[in-house]
């Protein structure tokens, strides 16, 4: 018996419908508040890393960026490629695996966004590692961590198989919480910190995993290569 790869885990358990139009298709509050920042960067190319339906890709999308996106779960960047189209856009979004997205040359991004990711990878470090290889130097990195303040820790915490202080195997996907944004920060030893923030914000359901309406407590760290 062959063992899927976690991204097909993680298409199966999130992914399951196939019309993108019953998602929350909201981009994430951070990413909204994060644009003047990019833009004053002078940033033009981003890779939407781990980009789900395409929600965040599809906004920076329409405040003219140009968009990069990359998924393990190959229903999810159909669901991407289905969100452009219905908005007049064409995308070719990658099927990869995030440590090790091939396609994207070194050196030739000017920033990856990264939401609701790294806290479903058990050493996040690898996968940063390959960010760092992406971006141009001077690069920006903008990511989120689940913390144990977030509304899915009790619920999970009592429902999961426990892997060690925090993390949680869930229906066959891991999940880590932090609980202090100096461990957070402290994977990010290749970039230059530039801010750590402690962010609440409210997810309403979403089909086929979440079926309830959850607030998410995160870490967001903004980074540069």
Request: aromatic fraction near 8%; charged fraction near 25%; charge should be negative.
């Amino acid at each position: 018996m062959t063992k899927d790869r976690p991204g097909a885990v993680w298409g199966k358990k999130h992914y399951n419908i196939q019309d993108v139009s019953q998602y929350h298709l909201e981009p994430a509050p951070f990413i909204v508040d994060a644009v003047p920042f990019l833009k004053e960067n002078n940033v033009k190319t981003i890779l939407d890393a781990g980009c789900g339906q395409g929600r965040n890709s599809l906004y920076l999308k329409k405040q003219n960026f140009e968009i990069i996106s990359a998924d393990a779960s190959k229903e999810a960047c159909e669901l991407t490629k289905q969100l452009f189209q219905k908005n007049g856009f064409e995308l070719s979004p990658i099927n990869s695996e995030l440590q090790n997205i091939s396609e994207v040359h070194s050196n030739s991004v000017d920033a990856v966004v990264c939401v609701t990711v790294l806290t479903h990878i058990l050493d996040p470090e690898i996968v940063l590692k390959e960010f760092y290889r992406i971006l141009k130097p001077g690069g920006l990195i903008i990511a989120d961590l689940a913390n144990t303040k977030d509304s899915t820790y009790p619920i999970i915490s009592k429902s999961g198989t426990p892997l060690g202080k925090n993390v949680f195997l869930e229906e066959g996907t891991n999940v880590k919480y932090f609980e202090d944004s100096e461990d957070v920060g402290a994977l990010f030893h290749r970039f230059k910190v530039l801010s750590a923030q402690d962010i609440a914000f409210e997810e309403p359901p979403h089909p086929g995993s979440r079926p309830y309406k959850h607030e998410h407590s995160s870490f967001v760290i903004t980074a540069q290569k």
